[in-house]
């Protein structure tokens, strides 16, 4: 049986719901999904701190109608990203924050940067989940 990598299916399945572009602060945890991007010709936009990135996405969405994407890694490069994503919360603006884990196998070991995201982001957005 054939196998994919978790990266390159994330990026395809951005690319077919059309997003082209990437706001972003690179980390370990997501760096297969930014290899993939660039297979997918996806901009990615860098910032110089995830709480930039965050808000640069929500006024992407704001300005375009449609998703603004945003891909940070985990635990510190998450929570930089809360004050963004409670803005786009309260303004109705569509905003998607994609963040880097600790494998799901690690819970409870304080594993690299383990924090309770999906706990964090609940009361400010639509739908929270871990994959």
């Not at 910032?47 to 929500?58: I, L, P, R, T, Y």
């Not at 303004?91 to 383990?114: C, F, H, K, T, Y």
Request: proline letters at 4%; hydrophobic letters at 40%.
């Amino acid at each position: 049986m054939a196998t994919a990598e978790g990266g390159r299916l994330v990026a395809k399945t951005l690319y077919e719901l059309g997003v082209g572009e990437i706001f972003s602060l690179g980390g370990g945890h997501i760096n297969p999904i930014y290899k993939a991007c660039a297979e997918f010709g996806m901009r990615r936009v860098d910032a110089h701190h995830e709480q930039g990135a965050s808000m640069a996405a929500d006024a992407y969405g704001r300005i375009r109608r449609k998703p603004g994407v945003c891909l940070v890694t985990a635990g510190p490069g998450f929570t930089n990203t809360i004050t963004g994503i409670a803005g786009a919360y309260l303004a109705n603006s569509p905003l998607m924050v994609i963040s880097g884990r600790s494998g799901v196998e690690e819970n409870d070991r304080l594993s690299l940067q383990e924090i309770d995201q999906q706990g964090m982001a609940a009361p400010i957005t639509k739908w929270a989940r871990t994959v």
